[in-house]
């Protein structure tokens, strides 16, 4: 249960960070602002600021959608699996 509790904090930070993301990349091709979350990051932003805002928006949405999904499939039990693994077990 303790390392279950820990995945779900982990991943669900990194779902948090990963909207943060995907808020600066749809504001950057919706109303056309300059990327201000990738000037954050010390040794690699001027790497990151030469990213296209449209892949920008592509990679923040994918990352976004996948580490959620991850946090769901850790956080939620099936009740069906677990009578299921019950019935199986005896």
Request: charged letters at 10%.
């Amino acid at each position: 249960m303790r390392r279950k509790g820990i995945a779900i904090w982990l991943f669900s930070t990194l779902t948090v960070i990963a909207l943060i993301h995907l808020i600066d990349a749809a504001s950057a091709v919706l109303f056309n602002n300059p990327m201000q979350i990738l000037q954050l990051y010390p040794f690699i932003n001027q790497q990151l600021q030469q990213i296209p805002a449209d892949i920008y928006l592509y990679v923040a949405t994918a990352s976004t959608v996948i580490l959620w999904a991850a946090t769901c499939l850790i956080a939620f039990d099936n009740p069906v699996e677990t009578f299921l693994n019950k019935i199986c077990q005896t």
